[in-house]
């Protein structure tokens, strides 16, 4: 057998403390599938007596993180300090110029400078894996770049949050509020530190960018994702969705068109007889669509201890058994620049929801409006009302430029007897 490899692991959360367990759990099996053993060596965290549910006194203990990047006995850094910049860039750096692997779970990172270290890396004849940062437990970055390195992929989308889909799952199946089911995900733990990042789909969007990256062999562009999250979804557009045949899902989805890249992060309409509709609680899916394979659908849990401790590991094996393969499937030099589309030019089929008082002329003033902007009504549901209350009025439009579709709720937003900002949530027919 091989040397072991060695590994340093930064940051002992939830899913350090994962990997840890799951590497001296499995050592044995772990030796076997990769040709040689696989030993942590030296730990860094922020609190050296937190209690974490693990005996960290085999390691060497490191105050400061950036010493792992500059151990001689260490052939990977293992990043979980999580954050765009600051000390998980600097070490993943560090690490490279050192001529260390780096592993990590840090979606933000590899979303913002994903490119300028997938350099550095192949600079250093190094890895940089992130299996983990997207998807959690799904093998989705390892099915895009290496399962699926025959075909051409044209879309790929899919529930990156877990936070959201339990969220909304909820609000559905339950009637909840928004407010009182993202309390009870905090306490679950499957929210960010910051759960803003979770629910204005900024956490979907990290994730967005990098799968697009994988899949279409362009340069990772988080900056050109249209990012909207779930805050101003009710229980009363999830019954009006139920009505119509459709459950409300957050989805990012990337597609390649004839003039550009398409990212978007958003609510979506999605009918009930999908895949993906039928995804449900903190659960995670990806689906892709290739020209040989045709469409493939992948589920699993997003996030937690074990799912995303499973995917580091995977990484830390293909190291171990000498694997290597670009960062984002192609060498770097060789991403391409693709021209982004921006949302105004998306095309799709809307639902829209006003509340208005209910008297007569409101109805022919609002289609007016969208006869104007040349987008055409699909169906119009309007409910009783109590005397004197706002009623709801429930529209659905056939597919209409989003540029069209932003000017018309504008100029109805304005409308005297629209009495609430109009809420409005595209259909994806997928
Ligand atoms: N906060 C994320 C989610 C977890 O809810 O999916 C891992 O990215």
Known sequence: MSEPLKIAVAGLGTVGAGLVRL????????????????????????????ERGIDIAPYAWHDDPLHLAVLDDIDVVVELIGGSDGIAKTLTEAAFENGKHVVTANKALVAHHGLGLAHKAEAAGVSFSYEAAVAGGIPIIKSLREGLAGNSLHRVYGILNGTCNYILTAMSEQGREFEDVLAECQKLGYAEADPSFDI?????????????????????????????GIRHI?????????????????????????????????????????????????????VADGDFVGTIVQEGPGAGAGPTASAVAADIIDIARGLRVPTFGVPAGQLKAIA????????????????????????????AVLRDHAVSMESVLQRTRDPGEPVPVVMTVHEAEEASMTGALEEIAAIGAIVETPRMIRIESL
């Open 340 to 367: 982004p589309v921006p949302m105004q030019r998306h095309t799709g089929a809307y639902y829209i929801r006003l509340m208005v008082v209910d008297k007569p002329g409101v109805l022919a003033d609002i289609t």
């Open 23 to 50: 590497i001296s759990e499995r050592s044995e099996d772990l030796e076997i599938r990769a040709g040689r053993a696989i030993e942590i060596t030296a730990v860094s965290a922020r609190d050296r007596t937190a």
């Open 200 to 228: 204005d789909g900024i956490d979907a969007a990290h994730k967005l960018a990098i799968l697009a990256s994988v899949a279409f062999g362009g340069e990772v562009n988080f900056d050109a994702v249209h990012v909207e």
């Open 234 to 286: 009710s229980p009363m557009d999830m019954q009006f969705a139920e009505e119509l045949g459709y459950r409300i899902k957050l989805l990012g989805i990337a597609s390649i068109r004839a003039d550009g890249l398409e990212q978007r992060v958003h609510p979506c309409m999605v009918p009930v007889d999908t895949p993906i509709a039928h995804v449900s609680g903190s659960l995670n899916a990806v």
